[in-house]
């Protein structure tokens, strides 16, 4: 299995929600240069998802709300379905408090990228509680 690099252009980002203000600064650091296509959270995800959006750096103009991203039992497809439509090409950026965004401490982030043997999980920023891994899409 192929790992990408930083220069590869991943499907878009997940990212587990905080409230804790050096890691929102954190988070709104690491986006300040990227162009991002559209951002989705959870209720408790808006105050991060709007540090994001005022970056300057998201096509979409308006942010979008799932109430409760941890009702869905796969949370890998679901990862991977809603990254997988972006907006202008640009990667989507996914903000939970819930499992879908469990692989990383709160406040990080893990770039999804789509490779030949499936989806990869990469951490990009925080501590990552399980090594990059590969989610086979059939």
């Not at 690491?30 to 959270?41: A, P």
């Not at 949370?75 to 408090?97: F, H, K, M, W």
């Not at 893990?110 to 990059?132: K, N, S």
Request: net charge negative; with cysteine; hydrophobic share 50%.
């Amino acid at each position: 299995m192929s790992v990408p690099s930083l220069f590869d252009a991943p499907l878009g980002y997940l990212i587990r929600h905080t409230d804790d203000e050096q890691a929102l600064e954190a988070v709104q650091n690491y986006f300040q240069w990227e162009r991002l296509g559209r951002v989705i959270c959870s209720d408790p995800g808006v105050a991060m998802a709007h540090l994001i959006m005022d970056t300057g750096n998201v096509a979409a103009p308006h942010l979008s709300v799932v109430l409760d991203l941890s009702q869905f039992s796969d949370r890998d497809l679901l990862a991977v379905e809603l990254l997988a439509v972006q907006y202008d090409g640009l990667p989507t950026v996914i903000i939970s408090g819930a499992e879908i965004a469990d692989l990383v401490e709160r406040g990080g982030i893990v770039a999804v990228y789509l490779i030949d043997e499936g989806v990869v999980f990469v951490p990009r920023l925080g501590e990552l509680h399980v090594t990059a891994r590969l989610v086979r899409v059939h």
